[in-house]
């Protein structure tokens, strides 16, 4: 996260895990016997814990258990030209970005937890004039899927967010940031920085 408070919304830790759940997709981080991994996972919010699901074949798989892990996920973000600024002088490039990392440890969940947890996260992410539900599948079929990954539930101990919108800039600064956002077809990035 970047270490400047100016960057901080000041949301509370239950609307950051809702925001979790909402992106949808993370990065989690952990440290193994066989070294650092991370594995590319779809996230959802089961009370106050996220739970996300691997292929029972990725190599982290076997280390999840009982591991203390990062979940890191990026709402949006987008390159600053250092060109945008008025004037652009004496600055450089950098990054806008809205980030959630969460703490916490991993632990393995049954297959009635992991169907829920994909059930939940077809109920977030479907489109809703034609969802998908399990109830269109075989049963069987279902379940022999089910059996190719595994499930972990994470108990969050922290959530911290960076919301980086050029916050620190002049408004004339903030004014070409947007304008360039917006040739850059980063539409959503520079109507998050005009609604903030």
């Known amino acids: 996260m970047h270490p400047s408070p100016a960057f901080r919304s000041g949301a509370a830790e239950a609307d950051l895990l809702l925001r979790a759940e909402r992106i949808g997709f993370a990065h989690v981080f952990a440290a193994t016997p066989a070294g650092p991994m991370v594995v590319h996972a779809p996230v959802t919010l089961h009370g106050d814990v996220l739970r996300f699901h691997v292929a029972r074949s990725n190599?982290?798989?076997?280390?999840?258990?009982?591991?203390?892990v990062l979940v890191s996920l990026a709402e949006i973000d987008g390159y600053v030209s250092a060109n945008w600024y008025a004037p652009p002088g004496d600055q450089v490039p950098t990054w806008n970005f809205v980030t959630i990392e969460c703490d916490g440890t991993a632990r393995a969940i049954d297959d009635a937890a992991l169907t829920e947890q994909l059930d939940r996260l077809a109920a977030v992410h479907e489109p809703r004039d034609n969802p998908w539900t399990r109830a269109k599948m075989d049963a069987g079929v279902f379940?022999?899927?089910?059996?190719?990954?595994?499930?972990?539930e994470v108990t969050?101990?922290?959530?911290?967010?960076?919301?980086?919108?050029?916050?620190?800039?002049?408004?004339?600064?903030?004014?070409?940031?947007?304008?360039?956002?917006?040739?850059?077809?980063?539409?959503?990035?520079?109507?998050?920085?005009?609604?903030?």
């Open 59 to 68: 190599r982290i798989a076997p280390h999840l258990d009982g591991a203390a």
């Open 143 to 152: 379940a022999r899927m089910l059996t190719g990954i595994r499930g972990f």
């Open 156 to 196: 969050v101990t922290a959530v911290r967010e960076t919301t980086k919108l050029s916050q620190n800039k002049t408004a004339a600064d903030r004014a070409g940031v947007i304008a360039g956002f917006r040739r850059s077809d980063k539409a959503a990035l520079a109507d998050r920085m005009e609604g903030r």
